[in-house]
């Protein structure tokens, strides 16, 4: 049974920034693809970034050039840094890994709040 464990987010003010944390029950290169969505309430649930078992990277539009997602093999853990953080991140970040020939696998989610 894979276990996805999120933690690192809160509450922070615009401009400041978080690291978020995704642990994995197993070794994150079992993992075809990792990556972070978000999702508001009323709202659809969007990626945020995805890294590929290759180390390919993929950012939303919206993200490029302030966040940076990355992974610790010894840690089995995957990371979204988040910088310059603004109101419209506001969400529950949510660690996602896909075994292509097992399925997709999701966190419980973490809540950022950016507010002054």
């Known amino acids: 049974q894979v276990q996805l464990v999120e933690s690192g987010g809160g509450l922070v003010q615009p401009g400041g920034s978080l690291r978020l944390s995704c642990r994995a029950s197993g070794s994150i290169f079992s993992f075809n693809v990792m990556g972070w969505y978000r999702q508001v309430p009323g709202k659809q649930r969007e990626l945020v970034a995805t890294i590929t078992n290759g180390g390919s990277r993929n950012y939303a539009d919206s993200v490029k050039g302030r966040f940076t997602i990355s992974r610790d093999s010894a840690k089995n853990t995957m990371c979204l840094q988040m910088n310059t953080l603004k109101p419209e991140d506001t969400a529950v970040y949510y660690c996602?890994?896909?075994?292509?020939?097992?399925?997709?696998?999701w966190g419980q989610g973490t809540q950022v709040t950016v507010s002054s």
């Open positions: 996602n890994a896909v075994k292509i020939d097992r399925g997709v696998y």
